[in-house]
């Protein structure tokens, strides 16, 4: 076991706990640097484009993990904020704008949107917030065909390529360049939100997600706290909305539906609740059945001369997994990979009620 | 002028008159107790102080401020840290994280200069942390310090329910029976906490508690409430002995001279 002795205060407010931790996360950021090398030498990159990705919808996730897992808010609607920022992207980018403009302009703007559609449900709690998100998100793509000028309705509408001074970026043309871009996205925003949670406005929104009552009583503004943590979470998903656009290439109606918004609150589920850990986890996951299915399904046919065709194993199989984690694993994996962290570094005095979460005392008589 | 001066106040939930045309005053410096049997409304008028009822009646001033002109979220601005009777601490944070929210009314950057880290919001969070130590120190709750709200005892609770209310440096603690569910030590140690509150820190402290033994030790003056109305204020030992406080614990056995018994 570590023991971190406080020196100063530096201690707690810096991004790593100790020497050893900033080791392994400086490991992490060269493996992901490195990863595209790989693909060079295997001369294929089609798995980086998965890969991809997957960082794509962990910047989402993060966005969403701000919102319900640190303030404790649900949203059934997070494709929504994609949608709008992909859309607004593409707006601005036939409008002229340059990309390195346009794109955090989008994030923006879809931010202000989200907060504006809201602020009405914002003050409803827990399932009425799911409902409510949830309406909006069956509406969306009623709403991208009514907006059919700006968005090509049914029919689609082409994503423009990437421009950063004078350098294109496609997805397929070049998918290293395309992979570093989103990689540096992810870097920053899971930077920001790294910051935020060592500052007062992350501790005010986990303390609304702990306690409305304390919260309060600690002059924690509800209304104010909540709507600032929808904004950044709306912006996060716009600007992985505005990302997955150039990803998919061209987008329709049918591209940011309902699926892709339970999708994303599924991932964080999967992937641990409350940690930004677990985004990447929970995308990892959600990018890997896909792929796995197929692979699973090929090797069945070739092998075994077995083939399964059934339609909906995907979504099946997806809720498979998420029913268990509920039950086994509230934690997510991230939770999971905690413990058994926990359990060689104390080895052999790990307990094993260790991170059952207690019951609180006597909330019965509760204000409200 | 009081530092806090709640006049004719009364507060119904439905046909229940929770607290009934109640006038109270607490000085600086002082300890001020409200004792009671059960139901009697003294969490309500904590309540209506921190705003988060609306009173029928009657005016709540704080350190020159109309209070019900503010809302339950300005309330800790004005200096005006409290507690809770049931235990209501971030379940999932640290206790250090509990404490550190307790300086929310502090806090001087916005989430831009948070979000980028700031060499200000840097400077902001060595005061705050610096000012957490302090409590932490005081109420010898280093060895808690990193550890998660949910696996701790009861009594460890209170005591950084306590600490997160200092840590917002108020001028006037709202405790909700800081002493119940603690053992007989804790409940000492209690004692002499809430003695240096008042006599080094400076801070006026009103507080509802069921043991007398305590209210005794601790506190100047004392308002026994019934059914939301009051029924004698003095010293500990007066409203002991008023016979309208007599009669309203008759049969409760909550009250005792010695001071040892308690609900
Ligand atoms: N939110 C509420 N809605 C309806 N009635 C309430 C509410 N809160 C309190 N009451 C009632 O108001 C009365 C006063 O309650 P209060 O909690 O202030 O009592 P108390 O003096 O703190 O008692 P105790 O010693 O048991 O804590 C009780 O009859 C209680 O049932
Ligand atoms: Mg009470």
Redesign the pocket.
């Known amino acids: 076991m570590r023991f971190v002795f406080k020196t100063s205060y530096d201690a707690d407010i810096s991004l790593f706990k100790h020497r050893a931790q900033a080791v392994w996360y400086g490991l992490l950021l060269l493996l992901v640097l490195a990863t595209p090398l790989y693909f060079v030498a295997i001369g294929d990159a089609y798995l980086l484009g998965e890969i991809t990705g997957m960082l794509i919808l962990a910047i989402a996730g993060m966005g969403l993990m701000l919102l319900t897992g640190h303030t404790g808010l649900p949203s059934l609607g997070h494709a929504t904020f994609m949608a709008l920022g992909c859309y607004l992207n593409i707006n601005l980018l036939g409008a002229g704008v340059p990309w390195v403009i346009a794109f955090p302009l989008s994030g923006l703007i879809a931010g202000l949107l989200g907060t504006m559609i809201a602020l009405p449900v914002l003050r409803l709690h827990g399932v009425y917030l799911a409902l409510a998100t949830l309406a909006m998100s069956m509406l969306t793509g009623d709403f991208v065909v009514i907006a059919e000028p700006w968005t090509g309705g049914i029919a689609g509408a082409a994503v423009p390529d990437i421009n950063i001074f004078g350098m294109e970026i496609n997805r397929y043309s070049t998918p290293y360049k395309f992979y570093y871009l989103v990689l540096f996205v992810a870097i920053m925003i899971v930077w920001f939100y790294r910051n935020l949670l060592r500052t007062p406005t992350g501790r005010s929104f986990t303390a609304i997600r702990d306690s409305e009552i304390s919260a309060r009583a600690m002059g924690i503004n509800l209304t104010q706290t909540k709507a600032l943590s929808f904004f950044l979470s709306a912006t996060a998903a716009g600007l992985a909305g505005a990302l997955f656009g150039h990803s998919a290439g061209y987008v329709t109606n049918e591209t940011f539906d309902l699926v892709m918004s339970i999708t994303l609150l599924l991932m964080i589920v999967i992937g641990g609740l409350g940690f930004i850990h677990g985004a990447f986890f929970g995308a990892i996951v959600v990018g890997i059945i896909p792929v796995a299915i197929a692979n699973g399904r090929t090797f069945l046919a070739t092998t075994f001369d077995v083939n399964i065709n059934v339609p909906g194993l995907e979504s099946a199989l997806f809720a498979f997994i998420l029913v268990c984690f509920i039950l086994f694993e509230p934690m997510g994996l991230y939770g999971r990979w905690l413990k058994i962290r926990t359990y060689f570094e104390l080895f052999p005095f790990y307990r094993k009620d260790m991170f059952k979460r207690q019951k609180s005392y006597l909330k019965t008589?509760r204000?409200q | 002028m009081s530092l806090l001066e709640i006049t004719d106040v009364t507060l119904r939930?439905g046909g229940?008159v929770?607290v009934d045309n109640v006038s109270l005053k607490v000085e600086e410096g002082e300890v001020f107790a409200l004792v009671?049997p059960?139901?009697?409304?003294?969490?309500?008028?904590f309540n209506l102080i921190s705003r988060f009822y609306d009173p029928a009646e009657g005016s709540i001033r704080f350190d020159g401020h109309d209070l019900l002109k503010n809302s339950a979220d300005q309330v800790p601005g004005f200096g005006i840290a409290r507690t809770f009777?049931n235990i209501e601490l971030f379940e999932q944070a640290t206790v250090l994280q509990n404490l550190l929210v307790g300086r929310h009314r502090h806090r001087q950057t916005g989430m831009l200069s948070n979000i980028v880290f700031s060499p200000k919001a840097y400077r902001e969070e060595l005061r705050h942390r610096a000012a957490v130590e302090e409590v932490i120190e005081f109420l010898n709750l280093q060895h808690y310090r990193d550890k998660m709200i949910g696996g701790l005892p009861y009594g460890v609770r209170k005591v950084v329910e306590l600490g997160r209310a200092l840590a917002s440096e108020p001028k006037l603690l709202l405790l909700d029976?800081p002493a119940s569910g603690l053992s007989v030590e804790e409940t000492q140690d209690m004692a002499f906490w809430i003695e240096d509150i008042q006599k080094q820190m400076g801070i006026s402290v009103m507080m509802?508690e069921?043991d007398m033994g305590l209210v005794s030790a601790v506190s100047g003056r004392v308002m026994a409430?019934s059914d939301?109305k009051e029924l004698a204020t003095g010293t500990a030992a007066e409203v002991q002995s008023h016979p309208a406080v007599i009669e309203a614990y008759l049969g409760t056995g909550e009250i005792s001279k010695t001071g040892t018994s308690r609900a």
Do not use: P, R, Y
């Open positions: 008589d204000i | 939930f229940l929770a009671g059960n139901g009697a409304g003294k969490s309500t008028i009777q029976e509802v069921h409430l939301g």
